[in-house]
């Protein structure tokens, strides 16, 4: 069965600083996608991640996936407090299933 | 403009009853998802189809039931046999290839047990 976990689940950084968000599964898969979603609203798609090595930037945001550890990290450069929000990573699974993650939950302070 | 709509975006259901969401997609995506969310939660799959007139059961079926008649509409019906189903519930879709496959999500609807 896939699991999937990230860490940490609950995150709070000042604007400007660095932080990386960690996605793990628990079988094979190369396809690998990151979500945020703001409170109350549904899920906006952020980086489809396809193959070992990928890496995909947008602005401040930078995802990255390696197969062989099954790990996929989404990294903050510089927060702002408009990247406060829950980030939820997905691996594709049997049957093209979507297993989420329990999402991470991001509050950028000034 | 091409997405996803679901409807309506609040429901109340008193105990007892039965409930229908509605999800319509243009996008001619053959994949259809429900997922329910519980305040603070992850997703979790209710059922999911990738063709019209078949569709598998996900994690958390019971007390739900779908139907797949046309390629755009996936309606999920809430029963009474859901004894918790105050929750919000998002549908996807895909398309089902090799490559690029995300799933693309219509905006919710909460329901509300009163």
């Known amino acids: 069965e896939l699991k999937v976990e990230q860490n940490p689940l609950f995150l709070s950084m000042q604007e400007g600083k660095n932080y990386t968000i960690y996605c793990n599964y628990s079988t094979t898969s190369d396809r690998l996608y990151w979500y945020r979603q703001d409170p109350g609203k549904s899920l906006e798609s952020l980086f489809v991640l396809l193959s070992n090595g990928a890496v995909k930037q947008e602005g401040r945001l930078m995802a990255s996936l390696d197969t062989k550890a099954r790990l996929s990290t989404l990294h903050i450069t510089a927060a702002v407090h408009d990247l406060s929000a829950t980030y939820f990573c997905a691996v594709e699974g049997y049957g093209q299933n979507f297993v989420f993650g329990p999402g991470t939950r991001l509050s950028v302070l000034p | 403009d091409g997405g996803i709509t679901q409807s309506p975006k609040y429901l109340f259901r008193k105990e007892g009853q039965n409930v229908t969401l509605s999800c319509e997609q243009n996008l001619n995506h053959d994949a259809m998802y429900w997922y329910r969310q519980d305040p603070g939660q992850g997703l979790r799959l209710i059922y999911y189809?990738?063709?019209?007139?078949?569709?598998q059961k996900g994690d958390i079926a019971e007390g739900y039931s779908v139907s797949r008649e046309k390629k755009e509409s996936f309606p999920l019906t809430v029963t009474s046999a859901q004894k918790n189903p105050t929750a919000f519930y998002l549908c996807?879709?895909?398309?089902?290839?090799?490559?690029?496959?995300?799933?693309?999500f219509g905006q919710g609807t909460r329901l509300t047990v009163v």
């Open positions: 189809s990738q063709i019209v007139n078949d569709f």
């Open positions: 996807a879709s895909s398309i089902v290839r090799t490559g690029s496959t995300e799933a693309f």
